[in-house]
């Protein structure tokens, strides 16, 4: 006889083993999905297919099953695979990852880039340039005093890549010491600003001061032409085809600042009568001119490549020497063509102010000078957050403070004042 009913559902149910396994355990497993036509169980109400809940008057959304799956769209900046299957019941379960699907989708479409749209970095301002430049004749100078004379072979030796201002070269100098570069270039800045002008005469007396002085280091030609200066009181050398040498180019910037805001003509006249005190040739004038107007160009904001067509173009057509080779002019001597070829190049493969200036006083020969013209470029090309802060401080502390001031005092000196 049977058991009744009532005692077979209040007994307890028998586990069956399946394979060593209890069957309790795995009867989630085992069990087979109903199908939605199947028919409904006894006291259970027949659920119907999505199809036909969703073709219901008035139907809210479906709810998911528990094995179902739910495609989240990722952003375009997450991998090639645009979307990710996750199941449902994971992305229900984690509230806040749809809200991080949905916040990279925001920065993928740019929406909180407009939100958070950075404002442009303001381009430096001239007086800031000219400041950078001064700096950088200054720290070029510096930088490149310690090789001075030296192959890029033997640089390499001793240093690798030379990039810190350390003193000593055949002058022995001090870490931050500078030579006659920079300190030529005062000695012109204080003459043009006592004379309210560049004038030859006062300009020649100032660098007669500067001589007696005992300046670390003068040039041949420098030292010849004051001493004929001294001797007849005419501050204009003769001519000759022997003065194409670098150094008046070298201290043209306090000229290029003075005269910042004047026509180009009376930026060439100042120029020349800066020069002609030591220097009187034509291929010296074209390099000091060409180096005054590049640095005026920068102050003003214009970009390199601007720069670069408009003044190289036309120094090479004036004296196609310039021009004369696209190998990497290494070991320049003090010929003022060898130089601004070194720094030309230097200036237009680089993309910074340490990179330039790295690189031109790594080719060695005169590179106090190169890395001064260089300085000079740099400085007012990129303005004074692009002039590593190491360098700064590496520099003679009065020579900085001299610097900044005097260039800030040169901008514009001459705006109102005849050029003698």
């Not at 030579?179 to 005469?201: C, F, R, Y």
């Amino acid at each position: 006889m049977g058991r009744p009913a009532h005692a077979a559902a209040r007994a307890p149910c028998r586990r069956a083993r399946v394979g060593g396994v209890d069957g309790a355990r795995r009867r989630h497993r085992l069990r087979r999905p109903r199908s939605p036509l199947a028919r409904p169980r006894a006291g259970l109400p027949r659920r119907a297919d999505a199809a036909a809940v969703d073709q219901l008057p008035g139907a809210g959304a479906r709810q998911r099953r528990r094995h179902e799956v739910e495609e989240v769209p990722l952003p375009p900046v997450l991998p090639r695979r645009r979307h990710l299957r996750l199941p449902g019941a994971v992305v229900r379960r984690l509230p806040g990852l749809r809200a991080v699907f949905w916040f990279g989708e925001l920065i993928a479409r740019g929406t909180l880039r407009q939100q958070r749209r950075i404002s442009p970095v303001p381009a430096p301002a001239p007086v800031e340039r000219a400041q950078a430049a001064y700096l950088g004749l200054a720290i070029g100078d510096a930088l490149g005093a310690s090789v001075e004379f030296m192959t890029p072979k033997e640089i390499r030796h001793q240093f690798g890549v030379h990039r810190e201002i350390v003193g000593g070269g055949w002058l022995h100098l001090r870490p931050g010491q500078v030579t006659d570069d920079t300190t030529m270039s005062l000695a012109l800045g204080e003459a043009i600003l006592a004379a309210g002008g560049v004038d030859a005469q006062r300009v020649a007396e100032a660098f007669d001061r500067w001589m007696r002085g005992k300046p670390v280091d003068i040039g041949n030609t420098v030292r010849r032409n004051l001493v004929a200066f001294r001797r007849s009181g005419v501050p204009e050398s003769r001519p000759s085809e022997h003065d194409a040498g670098n150094g008046a180019a070298m201290r043209v910037l306090p000229v290029a600042l003075a005269c910042f805001g004047l026509p180009e003509r009376q930026t060439i006249a100042a120029c020349r009568a800066q020069a002609h005190v030591t220097h009187h040739n034509e291929v010296s004038d074209a390099a000091c001119e060409t180096l005054a107007l590049m640095v005026q160009d920068l102050l003003a904001g214009r970009a390199l490549h601007e720069v670069r067509a408009r003044r190289v173009a036309a120094l090479n057509e004036r004296v196609p020497a310039f021009a004369g080779t696209r190998r990497p002019r290494e070991n320049p001597s003090g010929y003022v063509v060898d130089t601004l070829q070194a720094v030309l190049q230097a200036l237009f493969a680089s993309d910074g102010f340490e990179d330039c200036l790295v690189d031109v006083v790594n080719r060695g020969g005169d590179a106090d000078t190169t890395g001064a013209i260089a300085g000079m470029l740099a400085g007012a090309c990129y303005g004074l957050a692009a002039i590593p802060a190491r360098w700064l401080r590496a520099l003679d502390p009065a020579v900085r403070a001299q610097c900044a001031a005097q260039a800030e005092a040169l901008l514009g000196a001459c705006a109102r004042q005849p050029v003698a």
